[in-house]
């Protein structure tokens, strides 16, 4: 089994900046992929960012520019830094990673709990 730890959420006025942190934990070969997708009441979960074991990034475009996703491969730890935050930010971000357990083994996805970002004055 795999648990992700995700940090660093809370509550930040417009235009301030937030860092969440995900750290995967467990009998990992090896992460095809960490990323975040946030959820706001009332509505679906959506994707945010993503980056590859290759560390290749990919972003939501109402994200481009504002939003960094990094990574730590030694720790399994990836990072989003979140910049010129905005109210309609406001939402429960997960973390999620797909891993392999073995070598030759299939591939499996994993969330983390949620960490709660609000973007108010």
């Known amino acids: 089994q795999v648990q992700l730890v995700e940090s660093g959420g809370g509550l930040v006025q417009p235009g301030g900046s937030l860092r969440l942190s995900c750290a995967a934990a467990?009998?990992?070969?090896?992460?095809?992929?960490m990323g975040w997708y946030r959820q706001a009441p009332g509505k679906q979960r959506e994707f945010v960012a993503t980056?590859?074991?290759?560390?290749?990034?990919n972003y939501a475009e109402f994200v481009k520019g504002r939003f960094t996703i990094s990574r730590d491969s030694a720790k399994n730890t990836t990072y989003l830094q979140m910049n010129s935050l905005k109210p309609e930010d406001t939402a429960v971000y997960y973390c999620?990673?797909?891993?392999?357990?073995?070598?030759?083994?299939?591939?499996?996805?994993?969330w983390g709990q949620g960490t709660q970002v609000t973007v108010s004055s």
């Open positions: 980056i590859t074991g290759g560390g290749s990034t």
């Open positions: 467990g009998s990992i070969f090896s992460i095809n992929s």
């Open positions: 999620n990673t797909n891993v392999k357990l073995r070598r030759f083994g299939v591939s499996f996805n994993y």
